[in-house]
């Protein structure tokens, strides 16, 4: 899932065109050509948990798109006005509805192609399923 370049300024709605900054930038960006204003995209930052109970891991099976019905680690995407370990719990809880304590920061994966960093906490866990999950299950490591 790759996000779709910027179309329209953010500050005044023209068409933006993607070329090279005035400001000495050396790469294209979509610049407005009324309001000038130059639009930056980054990678997103999504944080999450690896919630381990004995020798076990918690997985939550998706119940919203995308990637429905698909197992994965609780994670979603960092909000504005919070830290990794903030996010990461707030996404532990929604997805998995877990009763936690957090652990230690545990890894750092880049994600270019979807433009993604993924951070996870290690964490122990017990709960129940969250709003954004089907079910949830422990795996063995
Ligand atoms: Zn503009």
Not at 32 to 61: A, F, S
Request: charged share 25%; with cysteine.
């Amino acid at each position: 899932m790759h996000r779709p370049p910027i179309k329209h300024c953010r500050n005044c709605g023209t068409a933006v065109v993607y070329r090279l900054p005035d400001d000495g930038d050396t790469k294209e960006r979509g610049v407005c050509p009324n309001c000038q204003t130059v639009h930056y995209e980054n990678p997103l930052n999504v944080v999450g948990t690896i919630p381990v109970w004995g020798d076990q891991v918690l997985l939550c099976k998706r119940a919203i798109e995308p990637r429905y019905g698909k197992w994965t680690l609780p994670a979603g995407f960092m909000e504005l006005n919070e830290t990794v370990s903030e996010g990461a719990a707030r996404e532990t809880v929604e997805e998995a509805g877990a009763q936690f304590e957090m652990g230690e920061f545990f890894s750092l994966v880049n994600i270019p192609r979807v433009g993604q960093v993924q951070l996870e906490h290690a964490q122990g866990t017990g709960g129940k399923d969250g709003r954004e999950s089907i079910r949830r299950q422990h795996a063995k490591e």
